[in-house]
């Protein structure tokens, strides 16, 4: 197990644990922090690559570059072999998702002080919803990297899973868990039978109830909270001389935080300045127009996470979007948040009702809901998936840390 390890690599946030004295833990990855964030920023100043907290800290403090968020959700998506530019560079996809699952094994190697040749990545039940065989390309892909990044015996297991683990590690008697990982990019969930007893066996297939889950994720609270509340400040939902509607295919696009260096290309730009000879609303637009000349983007999407964050806390807040030109604040309501994602929250109860219709079991009859991820603070999913499981106990795990720890015990198990 020595060279062993667990990785979550998630859409948001990154951890790797090991087993110190046959304990999982989770390893230091950025200023004595657990998580690295999954991002990526190409400083063109510098012509360096940096990571986590650093890298969003210099795109923010205005280096020329190419920020990246999101990157796992490429996976499986048709961008994977596609490319971003800045200065002339080209930047492929899959070879930033190498950087970045190179830096955390290299940050995990520094922090546990010997090499590591062996992992159990964790990957979300679906990477991609309804299609078998782009999930599968999903997971290829991400073998082919652990393996260039250097790993040589590479296994998976399902997030949810790893999640319940971390959790059995913790209980003295047997429960019917239903465990919900709600992370940045999909929803995961698992219905198991744990106890210390069952902990010891090597084989839990018997276990497992049910896995289920759908590509929703905090990123796309965060679209949604942006195109409902920020973007129509930028131009989206008004009209063109002609009386037809701004294109809005630019608005998701920057609400996207894996499409968001769409816009920056030279023929978006050169459509957009066509688009704005037809405007009727020529502030709003322009203030898009300036928002894309200053590559501001990510730092919108930052603002709008940071305003959706804050609303897991308080009704109602106060975004200072002093970027924009004029500087804007915005008031954000929690009940205008919850009618944007409701769709998606639909979604996601209904991945939860087919888990238990699947899984043949009584939803009174689960002792205990197991939250994870940093999602399962939105309220509104909460107690929707609460009110599923009306019995249960709600449990709330590291969220941004069982995952990663789940997948450690899964590595010394596997490994050992
Ligand atoms: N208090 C909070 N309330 C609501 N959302 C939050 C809160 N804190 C963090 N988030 C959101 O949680 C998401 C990140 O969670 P997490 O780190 O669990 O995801 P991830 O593991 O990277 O993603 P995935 O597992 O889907 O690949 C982000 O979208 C972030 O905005
Ligand atoms: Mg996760």
Redesign the pocket.
């Known amino acids: 197990m020595a060279n062993a390890c667990g990785m ?7 951890t790797v644990g090991c087993s110190r004295q046959g304990q999982a833990t989770l390893l230091a990855l950025e200023d004595g922090k657990m ?1 690295l964030p ?1 991002v990526v920023f190409f400083n063109a100043d510098e012509n360096e690559f940096t990571y986590g907290r650093a890298a969003l800290n210099t795109y923010l403090s205005g280096y020329e570059g190419r920020l990246m968020r999101s990157l ?1 959700s490429l996976l499986g998506s048709g961008m994977i072999d596609g490319q971003t530019e800045v200065g002339g560079r080209a930047l492929p996809f899959r070879e930033l998702l190498v950087q970045f699952i190179g830096e955390l094994k290299q940050r995990a190697e520094r922090a546990c002080g010997h090499a590591l040749d062996s992992v159990v990545l ?1 990957r ?1 039940v679906y990477f991609v919803d309804d299609n078998p065989a782009a999930d599968q390309l999903a997971q290829d892909t991400l073998t082919d990297i652990a393996r260039a990044v250097g790993f040589r015996h590479i296994d998976f297991q399902f ?1 949810p899973i790893a999640a319940a683990f971390d959790y059995e590690s913790g209980i003295d008697r047997e429960e019917l868990v239903l465990i919900a ?8 969930f698992s219905l198991l039978r744990l106890s210390p007893q069952r902990a010891a066996k090597a084989e839990r297939r018997d276990d497992i109830l049910a896995t289920g889950g759908v590509h929703i ?3 796309d ?2 679209k949604y909270l942006s195109l409902s509340s920020v973007m129509p400040l930028l131009g989206l939902g008004s009209k063109l001389n002609s009386n037809s509607e701004v294109p809005s295919g630019y608005y998701f696009n920057l609400a996207t935080w894996h499409t968001i260096n769409l816009i920056y290309t030279r023929k978006a730009w050169q459509q957009l300045q066509d688009v704005y000879r037809e405007v009727s609303e020529r502030e709003k637009f322009g203030r898009l127009l300036d928002l894309v000349e200053q590559r501001a983007g990510h730092w919108l999407a930052l603002q709008v ?1 940071a305003g ?2 804050a ?3 308080d009704e109602s807040v106060e975004l200072q979007l002093d970027r924009l030109s004029p500087p804007q604040t915005l008031q954000l309501e929690r009940s205008d948040f919850d009618a944007s994602i409701q769709h998606l929250v639909t979604t996601v109860e209904l991945t939860v009702g087919n888990l238990l219709r699947d899984a043949g079991v009584r939803a009174d009859a689960i002792d205990t809901v197991f939250f ?7 309220h509104l999913l909460r107690q929707k998936i609460g009110a599923l499981v009306p019995n249960a106990r709600q449990v709330e795990g590291d ?2 840390g069982s ?1 990663g720890t789940g997948l450690a015990l899964d590595a010394i198990r596997k490994f050992s």
Do not use: M
């Not at 979550?8 to 990154?14: I, R």
């Not at 990982?181 to 995961?188: Q, V």
């Not at 994870?372 to 939105?378: D, E, H, K």
């Open positions: 979550d690599f998630g859409t948001s946030n990154s998580t999954s796992k964790g979300p997030e990982d709600i992370g940045g990019g999909t929803s995961d994720g905090g990123t609270f965060d996470e959706k964050i609303l897991s806390a994870t991820g940093g999602s399962s603070g939105v969220l941004f995952i």
